[in-house]
């Protein structure tokens, strides 16, 4: 019997992510977070919550400066 | 891939001293026999232990290292299992120390590259794993096929993503954010009759109340709303009146809102305590809680209509299956109504926790926004000391509910709040009067008003800005990860799916090999729901699953074969062997003849290891494969030696290949000519006594041969004149083997000479052409007489 070639989990995941960084009505900042994590092998919860609290800490940073600095 | 060259094991489970298994450089199959207790698992368990570390069975009984020593083996000396693969130099042994230290020596880098590959392939069935698979939850079947297949990383991504998202959308500072900006946006409406979303929005709202004052310009920017500001302020004589009016105006607002709000704020502690309190002093009954799935689980089986026996199902115990089933009724009740109970004081506690937070943001405004007003100094001292007291009572509530236990408020809370309130509503009321005593024009006193709106709107207008951008923040993470896990579901499901998909399609096709012309059709795996995998067939014609509701235990065995079949040929990626280790339990013959076919078609380039205990199915075996290059052993207990294996004759040729010139053939020649006989006297249709079972397979050979020449008598009658039956009834083997356990030894020239006679008589009933005996059934038309399958070889039949 031929075997349909059977992607590997790593494989599902590469197209997966690739096609998710693609889509503009993501957050891609979010996005890069998950795939770098997954790249370093360390996709956790906890890092993963780690990571989005550094991001969203920055960006409310910033439009805090922005938002304040205008007004 | 890889198969066994050579399995020795050695003072390791059943055998003491050393147990060779040659499988040849070929790498042949084997069958091997042996009774019950006889020790054949040891050579499964050793293999799984040379490449595994563990042996599945004895661990999940927690019997681990010291089970795999053999009982007598002496102090100092190793149990070793050594296995040589077949390819270049890929040898290896394993030893465990009396001290149960593992140690493994492998030949080269190439032996571990081997070894590590097969870790993760399927090599051996047991009776006791087929049906495992079978009688899991649809759940933890997906999770097993997802790990045969290597897909934990994809459940590792997936639980990452979902673990994530659920702790985001829980995250204080982000239900926080929106509690806050929906009672800001609550307050906006109460005060300017509208949401102000933003600063934009709000220097649209400011132009639009200052537009009665015509100042004279329009409010489009900042600089716009500075200048109606202060040209507001400068309406009529005093600057500086009116602007301490308008503050004057915000502090009353500030005072009385927040008195308000501490009313409300006693009344839901009030009810929260009460409520909780209770419960907790009910902590027992609360920790039966966990106990409410299982419960429940339970009352769907005691009310199926499956379930009659008075006992218990979960711990068997003697029990009215009618009381039990009113017991467990009432304990759900219970349950159920102490879980509402739950609810509604956690409902309380998040209220009464919001509300303290609120409470103490607008005391610290009041205690801090307002030092530019003089002769407040109570009000202030007052917040100050609430908020204190506030933030413990917040960290308090948290943890009494946390830990089930009676939530108590700090010392003095009830005082100081009360004492807050006061002073708010003499703030509010001095603050008005204080007002008053400034002597404003009514056009004054308007644009004190509203520049005190303006200022007021203004910073919740900040707020708001500042809870809408953590909510934003958290939204655009928290969408972005709902989107992903939304998708990534799908995702996995396809790649699950065409995984099944794959298996399926063996699972069904060697299914139907065992089970040709039967009303169970198209097996096959699927997805059930989000989270759950489960076989699925059709049965007369109709989808039906799980494979209990119809299938008999054959079937669901033959189904945990076949599953293991598949996935070995789909999956293994380092392993063309398998060790089947008496699996054929609940077959019928015809179903084990079917299972060797399936092997020898469908594995034909596999090296298959088959062990028993059942002789049946070993000689099945040995009639279907001898043909094809197995090999034969049997193994016995030998006592304090442990198990002793030997060859198991299967052919004439390999008989006397093997045994010609060793010591002591003579039980193997006893068993060649038992097997001769039985195969010719089956295919003669030869009548002889009924016996039971394995009685029957335990004719001996005078037995055989009597009955055999007496059927000839009657149909073949100068057959029964060949000498060579003469010849065998004389020998020394028919002659003194009257017992199975008959110790002469027939040694030397002797041996030869028996060989000869049993080929004689093999070729008289046999066909050189077809290899095939000479049966009863197959008569030559037109003539006295029957013939092999080919019809080259002839006897006289009457």
Not at chain 2, 414 to 431: F, M, P, S, W
């Amino acid at each position: 019997m031929a075997i349909e070639k059977i992607q590997s989990a790593s494989e599902v995941l590469d197209a997966f992510m690739s096609e998710q960084a693609q889509d503009e009505s993501l957050d891609q900042t979010t996005t890069a977070v998950i795939a770098g994590l997954r790249g370093d092998d360390k996709l956790t919860r906890t890092n993963l919550l780690r990571k989005l609290d550094e991001v969203r800490k920055a960006a409310l940073k910033d439009a805090t400066m922005q938002s304040e600095g205008g007004s | 891939m890889t198969k066994l060259r050579k399995l020795a094991v050695s003072g390791f489970r059943g055998a003491r001293f050393a147990l060779p298994l040659d499988f040849s450089n070929k790498s042949k199959s084997l069958a091997i026999f042996g009774e019950n207790a006889a020790g054949k698992s040891t050579i499964t368990d050793a293999l799984e232990w040379f490449l595994t570390d563990r042996v599945g069975h004895l661990w999940r009984e927690d019997c681990k290292q010291e089970a795999l020593r053999h009982v007598l083996i002496a102090d100092g000396e190793d149990s070793t299992v050594a296995v040589e693969f077949n390819g270049d130099s890929l040898a290896g042994e394993k030893r465990l120390s009396s001290a149960l230290k593992t140690s493994i020596d492998l030949a080269n880098d190439n032996t571990r590259a081997v070894v590590e590959g097969l870790q993760d392939d399927r090599i051996i069935l047991r009776h006791a794993d087929i049906v495992a698979f079978l009688d899991q939850q649809k759940g933890a079947k997906r999770k097993a096929i997802a790990d045969i297949i290597g897909y934990e990383e994809i459940n590792k991504f997936r639980d990452a993503i979902q673990g994530t998202l659920n702790a985001l959308k829980r995250e204080p500072a982000y239900t926080g954010a929106k509690t806050n900006a929906e009672t800001l946006a609550g307050d906006m409406v109460r005060d300017v009759g509208q949401i102000v979303p933003d600063r934009q929005a709000f220097l649209t709202f400011a132009q639009n109340i200052v537009a009665p004052f015509k100042l004279g310009s329009e409010i489009t920017d900042e600089a716009t709303f500075a200048e109606a500001v202060k040209a507001l302020n400068a309406i009529g004589n005093s600057e500086e009146k009116i602007k301490k009016a308008q503050r004057l105006d915000q502090l009353a607002k500030s005072c009385t809102a927040l008195a308000a709000d501490i009313t409300t704020f006693v009344r839901d502690v009030e009810a929260f305590v009460t409520s909780y309190n209770s419960l907790a002093k009910e902590r027992e009954s609360v920790n039966q809680l966990r106990l409410s799935d299982f419960l429940n689980k339970g009352q769907t089986v005691i009310e199926s209509e499956d379930y009659i026996d008075d006992a218990c199902p979960f711990c068997l115990s003697a029990y009215e299956l009618g009381a039990l089933q009113s017991e467990v009724a009432k304990r759900i009740d219970a349950m159920s109504a102490i879980q509402k109970r739950l609810d509604a004081a956690k409902t309380l506690k998040d209220a009464v926790l919001q509300a303290i937070l609120s409470i103490e943001m607008q005391a610290k405004a009041i205690g801090g926004s307002y030092t530019d007003v003089t002769g407040f100094d109570d009000l202030s001292a007052a917040t100050k000391t609430a908020r204190k007291l506030l933030r413990a009572a917040h960290q308090g509530l948290t943890a009494a509910f946390d830990g089930l236990t009676v939530c108590e408020a700090p010392d003095g809370l009830d005082d100081y709040i009360a004492r807050l309130q006061h002073c708010c509503e003499t703030g509010a009321a001095k603050a008005q009067e204080e007002a008053g005593k400034l002597g404003l024009s009514e056009q004054e006193q308007k644009a004190a008003t509203t520049l005190s709106s303006l200022r007021t709107l203004e910073g919740q207008v900040q707020d708001y800005e500042r809870a809408q951008r953590v909510i934003d923040a958290y939204e655009a993470q928290i969408l972005t990860l709902d989107a992903v896990f939304e998708r990534f579901v799908t995702v996995q499901n396809a790649a699950l799916q065409s995984v099944l998909d794959t298996i399926s399609a063996d699972v069904g096709k060697f299914y139907a090999k065992l089970h040709p012309d039967e009303s169970v059709d198209n097996v096959r795996l699927t997805m059930v729901g989000e989270e759950g995998v489960e076989f699925q067939y059709a049965f007369h014609c109709k989808e039906v699953q799980p494979p209990r509701k119809y299938l008999s235990e054959s079937h669901l065995n033959s189904l945990g074969v076949v599953l293991f079949l598949a996935n070995a040929r789909i999956f293994n990626t380092q392993a063309k062997f398998l060790v089947l280790d008496d699996i054929v339990t609940s077959f019928d013959t015809s179903h084990r003849r079917r299972l060797l076919r399936l092997l020898r078609d469908e594995f034909s380039d596999w090296q298959i290891i088959i062990l028993t205990h059942e002789s049946v199915w070993f000689e099945i075996i040995k009639r279907e494969m001898a043909q094809h290059g197995w090999k034969f052993h049997e193994v016995c207990a030998d006592g304090p030696n442990g198990i002793v294996l030997d060859d198991s004759p299967a052919s004439l040729k390999e008989i006397i290949a093997q045994k010609k010139g060793k010591d002591d053939v003579t039980n193997d020649l006893r068993k060649l000519l038992e097997m001769v006989l039985k195969e010719i006297c089956a295919s003669l249709e030869v009548k002889v006594a009924f016996r039971f079972n394995e009685w029957n397979e335990k004719r001996m050979a005078d037995e055989l041969i009597s009955q055999l020449k007496s059927t000839l008598g009657d149909k073949s009658p100068d057959l029964k004149k060949d000498a060579v039956f003469s010849d065998l009834a004389g020998s020394a083997l028919v002659a003194n083997l009257v017992s199975h356990h008959n110790a002469d030894k027939i040694v030397g020239e002797d041996i030869d000479v028996l060989l000869e006679d049993i080929e004689k008589l093999v070729s008289l009933f046999s066909c050189p052409e077809c290899e095939r005996y000479i049966s009863a059934r197959i008569e030559v038309p037109g003539e006295r007489a029957i013939s092999c399958k080919c019809g080259k070889t002839q006897i006289p039949w009457k």
